[in-house]
């Protein structure tokens, strides 16, 4: 089926249209989900929740744009709903609140390369906060006042709470990797 015609029986709540939907593109919507989530159970709850939303505001896609641009949006901003209604969003090293966000913390040493999987184990490991502006800003490409309007914080705790993303990732990075090197030197004895 056509994605448009897809469109329009989901519209008239076609629970089979609405399957077909939810399996071409739940593959597509999950890395989103994840990137957000604590864990892969939190990230398939997430999933289920975007998709309820998805078949309740269907009939308000306008097909302008990327119907699955659309979609990721909604996961996203799901994700944003719920961590402001914790009240996470807060600066939790007021130091770092005067930082330009022109400094950078790279997070690659040694030409370390990690799967996908350990690095978003990694990311989610990250306080909430962080996690999310870490990944609005590095991972789907949102400037720092959009970011700051979506969570209701300003600009500098934006750039602040990413600065202090890249630091606490960077030093995951670097402990997982001098783990490896410990295991690996283990096994060499």
Excluded at 17 to 34: D, H, M, S, T
Excluded at 84 to 93: P, V
Excluded at 137 to 153: C, T, V
Aim: proline share 2%; net charge positive.
């Amino acid at each position: 089926m056509e994605l448009d015609q897809l469109i329009k029986s989901c519209i008239k709540k076609d629970r089979k249209a609405q399957e077909a939907l939810y399996n071409q593109y739940k593959k597509k919507l999950f890395p989103v989900c994840l990137k957000y989530c604590r864990s892969h159970t939190e990230a398939e709850d997430h999933l289920h929740d975007t998709f309820i939303t998805i078949f309740g505001d269907i009939k308000k896609y306008k097909g302008k744009g990327s119907f699955e641009g659309w979609m990721k949006r909604i996961a996203i901003n799901k994700a944003i709903d719920k961590y402001k209604k914790q009240n996470t969003f807060e600066l939790a090293d007021h130091k770092a609140a005067s930082l330009s966000g022109d400094e950078d913390v790279s997070i690659y040493e040694n030409d370390l390369l990690l799967s996908f999987e350990i690095l978003m184990a990694l990311i989610q490991e990250l306080p909430h906060q962080y996690r999310i502006v870490f990944n609005l800003y590095e991972l789907d490409d949102y400037p720092h006042k959009e970011i700051a309007a979506l969570l209701g914080i300003t600009v500098g705790t934006s750039k602040s709470n990413l600065h202090r993303a890249k630091s606490l990732l960077k030093g995951k990075i670097l402990d997982h990797n001098n783990q490896g090197a410990i295991k690996t030197n283990s096994h060499e004895s």
